[in-house]
């Protein structure tokens, strides 16, 4: 079966513009988390949604928002980018949460200049 | 709030040999999940091994195996015959139950000589 897929694979912004992307999940899961990942903070949790509701929320600030639509595809979009958004952001899906394994995407590398 | 601790940032391993990568992590709940995930330098992230909190017996996936100790709030990996695939980043990581969040720790970096 098809994994999860991520586009773009790299995206290059400057600072102020916004952004999104785009995670679809496995077949069948409803539930698709976000990581954004960097060297210097590691994995840092973004926020979760389960058939179209954002059940939990990481600290981040507000503009950082995502969504999720009833085919259980995900985005998530960063408005005003600063340089500090420069990362890997990663997409998990699983079942039903992440308690039986994510499976994750191979990420979007946003470089923000 | 919990939180997962991997002490050795970097470990090295001959060919064919046996590892172990430490985690702990801090929590109140007495239900929870535990994860192991690799990382290879492609970057996509691959599930492990998945060891249930109540669960006494230690999850085993060929290869890797995981030490579980619940009072000590320790979760070790183990990986026989270790082999150059195996070069990654590892990560521990966290879930309770009654959350929906996976609390990743800072990633062990694995290199296999050989």
């Known amino acids: 079966k098809a994994g999860v897929t991520q586009t773009p694979r790299y995206l290059i912004k400057t600072r102020g513009q916004q952004v999104t992307l785009s995670c679809s999940p496995i077949s069948g899961h409803r539930s698709v988390s976000w990581y954004q990942q960097t060297p210097g903070q590691g994995l840092q949790f973004l926020f979760e949604y389960f058939s179209e509701t954002q059940r939990n929320k990481g600290n981040f600030p507000g503009r950082f928002s995502g969504r999720q639509f009833s085919n259980s595809r995900s985005e998530m979009n960063v408005s005003t980018l600063e340089l500090g958004d420069s990362a890997l952001y990663l997409c998990a899906s699983s079942l039903e949460g992440g308690t039986d394994g994510y499976t994750f995407g191979s990420g979007t590398r946003l470089t923000v200049v | ?114």
């Not at chain 2, 999850?59 to 990996?77: G, H, P």
């Not at chain 2, 082999?83 to 990743?104: N, P, R």
């Open chain 2, 1 to 114: 709030a919990q939180t997962v601790t991997q002490s050795q940032p970097e470990m090295s391993v001959q060919e064919a040999e046996t590892v172990t990568l430490s985690c702990t992590y801090d929590t109140s709940e007495s239900d929870y999940y535990l994860f192991w995930y690799k990382q290879p330098p492609s970057r996509q992230m691959i599930l492990v091994i998945r060891q249930e909190a109540y669960k006494q017996q230690n999850a085993t996936e060929n290869r890797f195996s995981v030490n579980f100790q619940k009072a000590a709030k320790s979760f070790s990996l183990k990986i026989s015959d270790s082999q150059l695939g195996d070069a990654a980043m590892y990560f521990c990581a966290y879930e309770e139950t009654s959350y929906d969040k996976v609390i990743f720790g800072p990633g062990t970096s694995l290199s296999v000589i050989p």
